[in-house]
């Protein structure tokens, strides 16, 4: 069999395998959905009582930014699972096969999505309840989402790497939480970065979940005339900014990953 | 007859701590080999090196004519391991697992089902086959870890302490599994820190400590070497230990030892309960008056005192057996339900 094709049925292997265990670990996706309907609530009624966003309004400017957030804090759980099978020695029983090395990786980051699908509709679904809208086309709202997904995805495989290297899911959870934080919030996710102080208003505006928030709204079309995004280059080309990001991740977390699952051992 | 497994030279270090120091190991075609030490003597790391899940620091290995290195994807599809993690999916059933196993050794569709009932049955777990693992016993996990081992017939085997943390009626169970696998004409590389356990599977067992093989031979061979079993009688009147000595020294196979002090008298036999009972009946005889008496088999302490002077105490920081995690698996085994 051709290699590339060995390597894809064997993915498919494993996706089904982490597909089995979503289904049969219903707690996961009860989590998986609360918690993005509970950071809308929050945010929709108690920041947008106190923030005013000119031409929008707050609860059309926030969707955005929650979902970029959610799916960012999602991609943790490819680390942890990651983690969680190293630690169990199921790693160590894949390693010993004679498969693909690169289809564990590839098989828990792609099934690693079918969770961000799901936080992303029921966001969705969520924000139309509490007044957000899609003002742009259909297609275009599509791609947004995709575009929300593909970033996902690009850092699935960064919590890839982190749960290789450090091997214990809660370490990976409690180490990305300190990282994700201030990326998340230094953005302009939850509010707008005109009036942020200098250093930390460069960093929001080059910070690439920014660039996938801005974008993401600029093809919903929650944007106005009267919040003009700021006159930096990431700011003015999200879509092709977040792309270069995407790549740029995706070129050197999915190599540097695979190297690390191969030495990665349980002890 | 021509060597399965053929390490020469191993070397591995973790940090600071030498893991494998030059170890030496062969293992002829269809026999079975017992490695047998203490925790942190390096068996893990040995077995991890030959199922090519590390990299050795310097030396070679070649396992069914393939390098352990250079020609690991090869090996993989003629090698089958058992940890001692027993590393199954919980929440796949264990039809699931040995599916999917079957499917990443690339058995196709039909073969990989088939193949996973076929095991099933043969480790008796066919009722069991299509319940959550999660709910499985620490015997049926093993058991199934074993399958998953077995899936594409290897005709190389590596298991690692298969029994440790069973209790004895699984462990007798296991034995027997592996003990038929072993007529069937696979080669098997055995690691574990019961004596018995080799003495009963292994064609040869090789003694590792801190990384190298310090004996090795039959079971025979190596129990003569640390002295075999011992008969001990404690006596009830010290001024009948002469007495008593020269009744059980001529069934003996070597010098008695005695303790004035706490009236006791030992004398390494072979030929375990039938010299016992003649031992007895000689004592009974002289009318040496007893308190207690007993036959001490070797234990894996007696083979390490004896061979490198130290005792096989645990050495927790330069562990390679992540014991840890076998302490986990213990602790939350729950019997599997009816």
Redesign the interface.
């Known amino acids: 069999?051709n290699a590339l094709l060995?390597a894809a049925?064997?993915t498919a292997?494993i996706t089904?395998?982490n597909l089995?265990?979503i289904k049969?670990?219903p707690d996961l996706l009860v989590f998986t959905t609360l918690q993005p309907i509970m950071f809308v609530l929050l945010f929709a009624y108690v920041f947008g009582s106190a923030i005013d966003v000119p031409g929008v309004g707050y609860r059309e400017f926030l969707i955005a930014g929650i979902f970029a957030q959610t799916v960012v804090f999602g991609s943790t759980f490819t680390g942890y699972s990651l983690a969680q099978d190293l630690?169990?020695?199921?790693i160590?029983?894949?390693?010993?096969?004679?498969?693909a090395p690169s289809?564990v990786l590839f098989g828990r980051t792609l099934s690693d999505v079918l969770n961000n699908v799901i936080s992303l509709i029921v966001m969705a679904l969520t924000g139309l309840v509490v007044g957000w809208r899609i003002r742009s086309s259909v297609l275009e709202a599509l791609v947004g989402f995709a575009l929300v997904l593909l970033f996902a995805y690009a850092i699935s495989w960064v919590m890839a790497y982190v749960g290789l290297l450090v091997r214990s899911p809660e370490i990976v959870n409690n180490a990305s939480f300190i990282v994700i934080f201030p990326l998340t919030f230094i953005a302009n996710t939850f509010v707008p970065t005109n009036n942020l102080p200098g250093p930390l208003k460069a960093f929001a505006d080059w910070n690439p979940v920014s660039a996938v928030t801005q974008a993401a709204r600029e093809l919903f079309g929650n944007t106005s005339a009267a919040l003009p995004p700021p006159d930096v280059w990431s700011m003015q080309h999200p879509v092709p900014y977040t792309l270069i990001w995407v790549v740029l991740i995706l070129a050197i977390f999915i190599p540097l990953s695979i190297r690390q699952y191969q030495r990665a051992?349980?002890? | 007859m021509t060597n399965a497994i053929v390490a020469q030279g191993l070397v591995k270090h973790?940090g600071e701590v030498k893991a494998l120091d030059g170890l030496d190991l062969e293992v002829a075609e269809g026999t079975v080999l017992g490695l047998l030490g203490p925790n942190g003597a390096g068996k893990t790391t040995c077995v991890?090196i030959l199922?090519?899940?590390?990299k050795p620091d310097a030396g070679s290995a070649t396992v069914a004519g393939h390098d352990v290195v250079r020609d690991a994807?090869?090996l993989?599809?003629l090698?089958?391991?058992s940890?001692q993690?027993?590393?199954?999916?919980?929440?796949?059933t264990g039809f699931?697992n040995l599916d999917?196993?079957g499917?990443?050794?690339?058995l196709g569709r039909e073969r990989s089902r088939q193949r996973a009932r076929e095991l099933l049955e043969m480790l008796d777990l066919t009722e069991a086959g299509d319940r959550?693992t999660k709910g499985y016993s620490g015997g049926m996990r093993r058991r199934l870890d074993l399958a998953?081992a077995l899936v594409a017939e290897p005709p190389i085997l590596f298991l690692d302490e298969p029994t440790t943390g069973l209790d004895p009626r699984s462990r007798i169970s296991m034995w027997d599994v592996i003990a038929g696998l072993v007529r069937g004409g696979t080669t098997l590389l055995l690691t574990t820190q019961y004596l018995e356990e080799a003495d009963r599977l292994a064609d040869r067992i090789a003694v590792i400590d801190h990384g190298t093989v310090i004996a090795q031979g039959t079971s025979d061979e190596l129990k003569g070497q640390i002295g075999g079993e011992r008969l001990e009688f404690t006596l009830a009147d010290a001024a009948q230990l002469g007495v008593a000595r020269d009744c059980v020294v001529p069934l003996g196979i070597g010098e008695a030892v005695i303790d004035q002090h706490s009236r006791r008298l030992s004398v390494p036999v072979t030929g375990g309960a039938a010299v016992l009972v003649e031992a007895l009946r000689a004592l009974d005889a002289a009318g040496v008056e007893l308190q207690d008496v007993g036959l001490r088999r070797p234990t894996l302490d007696d083979v390490f005192l004896t061979l490198t002077g130290h005792a096989a105490e645990e050495k927790e920081s330069q562990d390679?057996e992540?014991e840890t995690?076998t302490t986990q698996t213990r602790t939350t085994t729950k019997e599997g339900a009816a």
């Open positions: 069999m060995e049925a064997d292997v089904k395998r089995i265990k049969r670990v630690q169990k020695g199921v160590d029983r894949f390693r010993s096969l004679p498969m289809a051992a349980s002890r | 973790y991890r199922s090519t899940l590390l994807k090869a993989r599809r090698i089958g391991l940890g993690n027993a590393a199954v999916d919980e929440h796949l699931e999917m196993v499917r990443l050794y690339h959550i998953a390679d992540s995690t």
